[in-house]
């Protein structure tokens, strides 16, 4: 199931805005950009009510009435999710037969679903006009969501009370509780592993779909092939689940840099939530080989740039989409190179006196940043256009040096000038190796 669309009224910083991408492309790679402030992290967690329900909802926004922007009487969240995989197709249809043709709420499965949250700033609550929406956390339609914090801890009480207490709606707990970890992942491999043990203990060698899986899950791992080289599952005990680096390294989950788990986390996390929602799926015996998994989900990524090298974060969005092929991520993101690795859509929030909108970037704006270089993409409105490559200190360098060059020209440059000069050409090489040229 993937979110087709998302409209916001008066939710935190945001006044009005919708967000409609392609509909033929709504798997792929999803870009969200705005300036600090304008109101990035609102927007993704809007989409989450989707998938979370607004009782779990409440219990991570303890007063829900602070999102509502100031001096309004309530806000709105309407969404519209969309069923464009046959693989989700199938699922709706099972649980359409659930239903008695003449009950009404069998049409909720022969449409896009589509619901509104209204949030009220006079009295706690969220009302939901329930419209055609499923119950999509009891559904278990794939969706998961990922915070700024992506990292694995040792131990988590507030992630295991969230996973232990509503499963479902903990898949997003990093995004709507930043404070937590990614630490069920971890206990999924562990219980594959001994699921795995208990299946080649009973004459299977395989070790059964859990065996399938924790190989598909190797496979993937090691499709993460970032500028460290090549990442392996190493072993997968009781009390630890290590990996082996690219410089051949046994290393703890919870002791791999930052942006190591950074990744590594949301492909594990994703892999879990697919299988829970397709655990006999014929994709998983085709992924066994290959380590691509193409099964539907929608995933949420808050700063999906954050701990990411400038290199990491051009490979990032190709490397998931070759994983996940199936996989709607929407991402938001402060970086120009995470939006050219062929985005499906470009959507920027933008800030103003009466209060955040957006739009869709398109045409010549949407082409200069994805397919022109950082220093063009950072010109565009969609980032702000900061000005030129350099910092204000560089550019009053360059400004000397050809003020320098002039006199040069004139015949007026002395001898401290001419020494200035030769300095200002070792700091900005460049312009020294373009003016050797020229004289």
Same mark, same amino acid.
């Given at each position: 199931m993937?979110?087709?669309?998302?409209?916001?009224k008066?939710?935190?910083?945001?006044?009005?805005?919708? #967000?409609?991408?392609p509909?033929k492309?709504?798997a792929?790679?999803?870009?969200?950009?705005?300036?600090?402030g304008?109101?990035?992290?609102?927007?993704?967690?809007?989409?989450?009510?989707? #998938?979370?329900?607004?009782?779990?909802?409440?219990? #991570?926004i303890?007063?829900?009435?602070?999102?509502?922007?100031?001096?309004?009487?309530?806000?709105?969240?309407?969404?519209?999710?969309?069923?464009?995989?046959?693989?989700?197709?199938?699922?709706?249809? @099972?649980?359409?037969?659930?239903?008695?043709?003449?009950?009404?709420?069998?049409? #909720?499965?022969?449409a896009?679903?589509?619901?509104t949250?209204?949030?009220r700033?006079?009295?706690?609550?969220?009302?939901?006009?329930?419209?055609?929406?499923?119950?999509?956390?009891?559904?278990?339609?794939?969706?998961?969501? /990922?915070?700024? %914090?992506?990292?694995?801890?040792?131990d988590?009480?507030?992630?295991?009370?969230?996973?232990?207490?509503?499963?479902?709606?903990?898949? /997003?707990?990093?995004l709507?509780?930043?404070?937590?970890?990614?630490?069920?992942?971890?206990?999924?491999?562990?219980?594959?592993?001994?699921?795995?043990?208990?299946?080649?203990?009973?004459?299977?060698?395989?070790?059964?779909?859990?065996?399938?899986q924790?190989?598909?899950?190797?496979?993937?791992?090691?499709?993460?092939?970032?500028?460290?080289?090549?990442?392996?599952?190493?072993?997968v005990?009781?009390?630890?689940?290590?990996?082996?680096? %690219?410089?051949?390294?046994?290393?703890?989950?919870?002791?791999?840099?930052?942006?190591?788990?950074?990744?590594?986390?949301?492909v594990?996390e994703?892999?879990?939530?697919?299988?829970?929602?397709?655990?006999?799926?014929?994709?998983?015996?085709?992924?066994?080989?290959?380590?691509v998994?193409?099964?539907?989900?929608?995933?949420?990524?808050?700063?999906?740039?954050?701990?990411?090298?400038?290199?990491?974060?051009?490979?990032?969005?190709?490397?998931?989409?070759?994983?996940?092929?199936g996989?709607?991520?929407?991402?938001?993101?402060?970086?120009?190179?995470?939006?050219?690795?062929?985005?499906? @859509?470009? /959507?920027?929030?933008?800030?103003?006196?009466?209060?955040?909108?957006g739009r869709?970037?398109?045409?010549?704006?949407?082409?200069?940043?994805?397919?022109?270089?950082?220093?063009?993409?950072?010109?565009?409105?969609?980032?702000?256009?900061?000005?030129?490559?350099?910092?204000?200190?560089?550019?009053?360098?360059?400004?000397?040096?050809?003020?320098?060059?002039?006199?040069?020209?004139?015949?007026k440059?002395?001898?401290?000038?001419?020494?200035?000069?030769?300095?200002?050409?070792?700091?900005?090489?460049?312009?020294?190796?373009?003016?050797?040229?020229?004289?």
């Amino acid at each position: 199931m993937y979110l087709a669309q998302l409209g916001i009224k008066n939710l935190g910083p945001i006044s009005a805005l919708e #967000w409609a991408p392609p509909p033929k492309d709504l798997a792929g790679w999803h870009v969200v950009l705005g300036n600090n402030g304008s109101g990035k992290s609102s927007l993704l967690r809007a989409m989450a009510l989707a #998938w979370v329900g607004f009782e779990p909802f409440l219990r #991570w926004i303890p007063d829900i009435r602070a999102l509502v922007k100031d001096g309004e009487p309530d806000a709105s969240i309407s969404l519209r999710l969309s069923a464009r995989h046959p693989a989700t197709s199938a699922q709706l249809r @099972s649980l359409a037969d659930n239903y008695e043709p003449s009950n009404p709420n069998r049409q #909720w499965f022969d449409a896009d679903p589509t619901t509104t949250y209204t949030i009220r700033a006079a009295s706690p609550g969220i009302a939901q006009d329930a419209g055609t929406f499923v119950d999509l956390h009891r559904a278990r339609f794939a969706a998961a969501g /990922f915070g700024t %914090g992506r990292r694995f801890l040792f131990d988590d009480a507030r992630a295991r009370a969230a996973y232990a207490n509503q499963p479902a709606a903990a898949r /997003f707990v990093t995004l709507l509780d930043p404070g937590t970890s990614l630490i069920e992942c971890l206990e999924w491999l562990r219980a594959l592993r001994f699921s795995l043990l208990d299946a080649e203990k009973g004459g299977d060698p395989s070790g059964g779909p859990a065996g399938r899986q924790l190989w598909t899950v190797s496979k993937m791992v090691r499709r993460l092939s970032l500028r460290e080289g090549a990442l392996s599952i190493a072993e997968v005990t009781p009390k630890a689940v290590m990996f082996r680096d %690219g410089f051949g390294a046994r290393v703890a989950a919870q002791s791999l840099s930052d942006g190591l788990q950074a990744v590594l986390g949301i492909v594990l996390e994703v892999a879990r939530v697919l299988a829970q929602s397709f655990p006999d799926h014929v994709a998983w015996a085709e992924a066994h080989e290959t380590g691509v998994l193409d099964l539907p989900a929608c995933v949420i990524i808050d700063e999906v740039d954050v701990h990411l090298h400038a290199l990491w974060q051009r490979q990032i969005g190709e490397l998931l989409q070759t994983i996940f092929p199936g996989v709607q991520f929407i991402v938001s993101s402060h970086s120009p190179l995470v939006c050219q690795c062929n985005p499906r @859509s470009i /959507f920027r929030l933008d800030r103003a006196e009466q209060g955040a909108g957006g739009r869709m970037i398109e045409g010549e704006e949407y082409y200069r940043i994805v397919n022109g270089d950082v220093a063009e993409a950072l010109a565009t409105p969609a980032f702000s256009q900061v000005a030129g490559g350099r910092s204000a200190a560089a550019q009053a360098l360059v400004s000397e040096l050809a003020a320098l060059n002039v006199r040069a020209l004139r015949g007026k440059l002395d001898a401290e000038d001419a020494k200035r000069r030769d300095e200002l050409r070792l700091l900005l090489p460049e312009f020294a190796h373009t003016l050797e040229a020229a004289e």
